[in-house]
């Protein structure tokens, strides 16, 4: 499956080109009696999967299932199944074309570091040793596909606003600040970004002591209106900041955890 950009007046869209005939689902507004709901669907059981296995050198230890002694492997023999159309398999090198000369971001917690290291394994297995490497830079790393000149970056911004450190080393969330955490996402082709699971911590698992926001410090807040204050400068952020027409944004809503 190949995905091109295209440029609308209210935008961009990811559509399908029309060479991919395997597909007759277009994801296109101009057609809705063919769109494909990639949302509503299944779980199947495929033994042709995974895509790649847990020798990637790119995953982290700790979430690595069978180098923490796991004995069995089915649990990655599954794909998602959509009501009434189909994915195609994933094609690393047509995705890698796709992606020429542009710049992924994943922003977030550890389950978009996640989501970063399965993008890179996708990826990283036809493209040969010397033409690809890694680079870190502060909360940010980037996996550089050299022959393509593309970068899949991941971003550490669990909250996506400022946490500073304050009086007597007290943890400040700063509601209405973000250009800290900011500053790596501008000049990026696709920005994915998911922030939610941090917001829910309490008592010690908090990262935080104070809220703040412009001048006044709160000692306490429902954790729902604190969040939707955070998004709403993230959004804030992202409107006068990035020109839709260059930059695809995405935000993925909360999933389950990944730890227990």
Known sequence: MSWQVAQEEDGMSWRLDEEDSEVDIVQTRH????????????????????????NCPYLSTAV??????????????????????????????????????????????????????SLVCLVQGVIPTGHKKVNYNGPSMAFHALDFETSIEFTWAPLLVELKKGAGNKRI????????????????????????????????????????????????????????????????????????????VIFRSMSPRHNR
């Not at 002694?69 to 199944?81: A, I």
């Not at 990262?207 to 001048?215: A, C, G, L």
């Not at 807040?221 to 400068?233: D, E, F, P, S």
């Open 173 to 248: 969330l700063h509601l209405d600040l973000i250009e800290e955490n900011a500053r790596y996402w501008r000049n990026v082709d696709v920005l994915v970004f998911d922030s939610a699971h941090w917001w829910t911590h309490s008592n010690q698992w908090s990262s935080w002591d104070y809220y703040m926001e412009k001048q006044t410090v709160f000692q306490s807040m429902n954790r729902m209106v604190a969040y939707q204050k955070g998004l709403t400068t993230w959004a804030r952020w992202i409107d006068l900041n990035l020109d839709p027409r260059k930059t695809r």
């Open 64 to 117: 690595t299932c069978q180098k923490n002694g796991r004995p069995d492997s089915d649990y990655e023999k599954w794909r998602w199944q959509p009501h009434g159309c189909s994915i195609p398999r994933f094609d690393a090198l047509k995705f890698l074309g796709k992606m020429r000369r542009k710049r992924i971001m994943l922003v977030g917690d550890s389950i978009m570091r996640n989501q970063w290291e």
């Open 31 to 54: 057609d809705p009696s063919r769109r494909c709901n990639f949302e509503s669907g299944k779980w199947v059981y495929d033994q042709s999967y995974p895509l790649y296995d847990s």
